[in-house]
């Protein structure tokens, strides 16, 4: 049930978030850090928010423009969690930035008659190299024969091994693969013409032999490449609902998007008071930062439970949720930085209702 603890949940210190529209912001302290309101302090420092606490001082770095309204955080009740956490409320300024437009994603980058590579993001193989693109639209790419090398396809029937209903036609779906780590890349939707999935490939301007820079961590690519898939749907669509989907039409994960202002931090009880004895950050333990995210409601549509169940079907008999597609690999994998967000949370915000709770960092 969505109102149980998850089992793998870490301790949490200190858990921050800022709207940056409401200019307000909440912040838990737990009570294995601080017993009364009375123990902890805040104050602002120069692009940082500092929380004095028993254990010492947390400084956590805030984002360019957003700064603390000092004597602005107050004690507010924390209902059926208070025998755990202390919550404030607070105020913030924020000042517009460009930090605010630093998400876009890769079709947003793509310029015309403009060269770019494509790279494998798994392995970090040149796939496609030296693309001019004479316009950039929100379509599959071109395809020649340089990918013959880099690239593998394997064709294979899709949506019929579940189906008793033998008028329903089989759809046959040709996988494309990194040739060096047999990564699945995309889908060749006609005999030139690839579709490539966001979360798989990493695109840079062609700029002589350079080669990108070492790929980031897994998690943290697919999470932001789908956080910031996910806006750009919102913004363009005006759609708060997204059905993630396999290949072959299946759902796997219902996401409900409810803010894309938030700024978060959260700093496990263990991180809370390492700071150094003269009341500065340690010199080899950089301070917390809080990061831009998108808050969201989600549900596995795996599954079991019955409140999970009916919204699944609930759902599924409104069509409310616009489709986004991806490998069953990869939406494994952001089923799990969802689970990961979410056992980061305070107990009183890991589930709303039938749904649980997570953020995806931008």
Not at 208 to 234: C, I, M, Q
Not at 294 to 317: F, H, M, N, P
Request: aromatic share 4%.
């Amino acid at each position: 049930m969505a109102n149980e603890v998850p089992a793998k949940t870490h301790g949490v210190g200190v858990f921050l978030e800022l709207r940056r529209r409401l200019q307000s912001g909440l912040l838990i302290v737990g009570k294995d850090v601080a017993q009364t309101p009375a123990d902890v302090a805040i104050t602002s420092g120069d692009s940082s928010l500092h929380i004095r606490t028993p254990r010492g001082v947390l400084y956590l770095t805030l984002p360019a423009g957003v700064t603390f309204e000092q004597g602005s955080c107050i004690p507010t009740p924390a209902g059926e969690s208070c025998g755990e956490e202390l919550h404030f409320r607070l105020r913030i300024s924020v000042e517009r930035s460009t930090d605010e437009d630093s998400s876009a994603s890769m079709m947003k980058m793509l310029r015309a008659k403009k060269a770019y590579c494509f790279y494998c993001q798994g392995c970090m193989t040149r796939l496609l190299e030296d693309r001019v693109f004479k316009r950039v639209l929100p379509l599959p790419n071109a395809r020649d024969g340089s990918c013959e090398q880099t690239l593998t396809e394997e064709v294979s029937p899709v949506g019929t091994e579940d189906s008793q209903d033998p008028k329903k036609p089989c759809r046959r779906l040709a996988l494309i693969s990194c040739a060096s780590c047999s990564s699945v890349l995309g889908e060749a939707v006609a005999p030139e013409t690839l579709k490539l999935y966001v979360t798989q490939v990493v695109v840079e301007p062609a700029v002589g032999d350079r080669k990108p820079e070492a790929s980031l961590n897994r998690s943290l690519f697919v999470e932001r490449t789908v956080a910031v898939r996910l806006l750009e749907l919102s913004n363009s669509l005006s759609t708060y609902h997204f059905s993630v989907q396999t290949p072959d039409g299946k759902a796997f994960l219902l996401l409900w998007l409810l803010n894309s202002d938030s700024i978060i931090a959260s700093v496990p009880e263990t991180r809370v008071g390492t700071e150094s004895s003269n009341g500065s950050p340690a010199l080899h333990s950089p301070s917390p930062r809080a990061t831009r995210a998108l808050k969201l409601l989600y549900i596995a549509c795996s599954d079991t439970g019955i409140q999970q169940r009916d919204t699944v079907t609930s759902w599924e008999v409104s069509v409310i949720g616009h489709p986004v597609v991806l490998p069953l690999k990869v939406c494994e994998e952001l089923l799990q930085v969802m689970d990961d967000s979410n056992s980061t949370l305070p107990a009183s915000m890991r589930c709303m209702r039938s749904y649980e709770v997570a953020y995806l960092r931008l």
